[in-house]
């Protein structure tokens, strides 16, 4: 039996375990999305519905995570969500794999967008491995392996593509993904004995109306954005416009995504500890707007190269950090809620940025396009400033002062 205040003792085992199990769920849901726009024209799809078929992934997140985060905190389990988003995961591949209709590839990114709405459960079982202080560094972790999982897979999709067709990236997020579900089958959920008392509705209302969790996901909503229009979105089209070619994007997937991954650890491990949150998501989201700004003026694909690395390492500094704030000062209890609404109003951020940002992109021209990016990013720096205020010592001194 453990106190109100221990945790179950989890063993670098557990650590290693779920680390494993959340680089094959990301690895699944991202093999083919390099060459997804591409495998949706093939399959004759207009440009309308090609656009459509791509945003009903954050169309799902957007519908599935406050409720899948509120179930789970009521029901006070994670675990099951965790295998639930790997065996969606598996289907969605299958789906892709199995079909060849712009139909069922609609049905299965439908799939892939329940899949990610999974994430809720991920994170937040994975942060109660971890003491509440140490949340960002937790966040930092979680961010790192999905980054990490992301470049590689998205690097490897092109390949298997040219040598294998169409169809291999599909079958290979399918199985990898069926190995991720036997291992789920062994992963601890980390509980207290406080904890194992469901939930009231009235308190998960308490926790929807969280300065700090609205205030979160706000940031994260833009910094998602941002992400979604730049290197998720337009930038590697950018690229083959000024030269690249499509073998060589794979050098603009490494200069941004390794900064990427590098800089929630940077930040969760030794930025957080030293400096003023808020601080930091200052420069991080003046970091995106600059360099995504700058973007449609760049001719040089060595320049857009090291510009988009310093843009990977800005972006990596918001994400974990914006995570960690959402559901630190929240008991455990409560998390999934917390985190499923921070991460359902970021999903507004994956589908609106790129949907406003093709809008312009079907004019024909780039410049309105990153201008969007660099807005979303300009926006989170004075909302991070003006709340950064608020918290300050400065602006309390005052407050008690009238």
């Known amino acids: 039996m453990t106190s109100d205040i221990e945790v179950q003792k989890l063993s670098i085992y557990d650590h290693i375990l779920f680390i494993l199990i959340t680089f094959i769920y990301w690895f699944s849901l991202y093999i083919y999305v390099p060459v997804f726009v591409s495998y949706l024209d093939y399959l004759g799809g207009t440009y309308t519905l090609v656009g459509f078929i791509v945003g009903s992934y954050g169309i799902m997140q957007i519908l599935l995570r406050l409720p899948v985060g509120v179930v789970s905190d009521r ?31 609609l049905v299965s990114r439908f799939i892939s967008g329940i899949t990610a709405s999974m994430w809720v459960a991920f994170t937040v079982l994975y942060a109660s491995y971890f003491k509440q202080e140490d949340t960002t560094r937790a966040m930092g972790n979680v961010q790192f392996i999905t980054v990490a999982s992301q470049l590689i897979s998205m690097g490897l999709s092109g390949y298997l593509v040219t040598q294998w067709g169409w169809k291999s990236p599909f079958w290979i997020g399918g199985f990898v993904g069926i190995l991720g579900i036997l291992l789920a089958l062994r992963i601890k959920e980390s509980k207290k004995k406080t904890e194992n008392k469901k939930i009231k509705m ?18 994260s909503a833009l910094a998602h954005a941002v992400l979604f229009i730049t290197m998720f979105g337009f930038t590697p089209d950018y690229a083959l416009k000024i030269g690249a070619s499509k073998d060589s994007l794979i050098y603009l997937v490494f200069s941004f995504m390794v900064p990427h991954a590098i800089a929630p650890i940077i930040t969760g491990r030794y930025l957080a500890g030293n400096f003023q949150k808020w601080k930091i998501l200052v420069v991080g989201f003046c970091g995106s707007c600059v360099f995504s700004v700058i973007i449609p003026f760049i001719n040089n694909l060595e320049v857009l190269y ?13 994400i974990p950090l914006l995570m960690g704030m959402a559901i630190q000062t929240i008991p455990n209890r409560k998390r999934a809620t917390a985190m499923g609404l921070f991460q359902a109003v970021y999903a507004i951020g994956i589908f609106l940025g790129p949907f406003i940002s093709g809008v312009f992109s079907g004019e024909g021209t780039f410049l309105p396009v990153f201008l969007t990016a660099g ?21 309390k001194k005052k407050i008690e002062s009238m």
Do not use: D
């Open 306 to 318: 090291l510009t988009q690395a310093v843009n990977g390492f800005a972006q990596g500094m918001t």
């Open 75 to 105: 029901l006070q389990i994670r675990k099951p969500f965790v295998i639930a988003g790997l065996v969606t995961g598996v289907i969605s591949c299958l789906g892709f794999a199995l079909t060849e209709s712009i139909e069922f590839a």
């Open 202 to 219: 009235s308190e998960l209302n308490e926790v929807l109306k969280e300065p700090t969790v609205l205030k979160a996901a706000i940031l």
């Open 375 to 395: 807005a979303a990013g300009l926006i989170g720096m004075f909302l991070s400033l003006t709340w950064g205020y608020q918290h300050s010592p400065l602006s």
